[in-house]
């Protein structure tokens, strides 16, 4: 295994995507990736769709403003299950969404293991992929990851490397 710290830091929002097909075997690695997440008590709440199919890309794509996801070979939809999901018995708090996040993360890391690229699309039209997708319907959608090869011309965002202060962000309590 690499150094994780090194992929964290690797790791980017790739916006711009080539037309290169994203073979089989790493679509494969990427699911094995998001199955193998841990979740709450085990309960594993979530559902992975794979959509590589030309018009249901196209659909994907018309449900957000992001031209990059038209240009993806595979994307990935990831929603949760309320009702199979673990619930603190003490205040009531569903983890289904926590648990498509370490799903939908995990699926993150290991795209750019694999040499590609994606971002983590949050800005989507939930209703209307579900108009398109009803296979969707009862599943809280938590992201959608258009993945690809980078393209020559993809770098980084600006905001990339900007980081609020260690300060700002942990707090130890002694």
Not at 37 to 61: D, H, L, M, S
């Amino acid at each position: 295994m690499k150094d994780f710290l090194d992929l964290t830091y690797a790791r980017y929002s790739v916006r711009s995507l080539s037309n290169r097909k994203v073979e089989d075997e790493k679509i494969a690695k990427i699911l094995e990736a998001g199955l193998n997440a841990p979740t709450a008590v085990n309960y594993q709440p979530v559902k992975i769709w794979v959509i590589k199919n030309e018009e249901a890309r196209r659909k994907v794509g018309l449900c957000t403003k992001f031209p990059f996801v038209r240009q993806a070979g595979v994307i990935f939809a990831v929603g949760s299950d309320e009702s199979s999901a673990w619930v603190r018995p003490f205040d009531s708090k569903n983890f289904a969404d926590v648990d498509a996040s370490i799903v939908a993360t995990q699926m993150m890391l290991e795209i750019h293991e694999l040499g590609l690229g994606t971002t983590w699309v949050g800005y989507f039209d939930e209703e209307k992929l579900k108009e398109f997708f009803p296979e969707m319907n009862g599943y809280n959608m938590i992201a959608l990851f258009p993945v690809g090869y980078a393209a020559e011309d993809g770098t980084p965002s600006e905001r990339h490397t900007k980081r609020k202060s260690k300060e700002e962000m942990v707090t130890e309590i002694q």
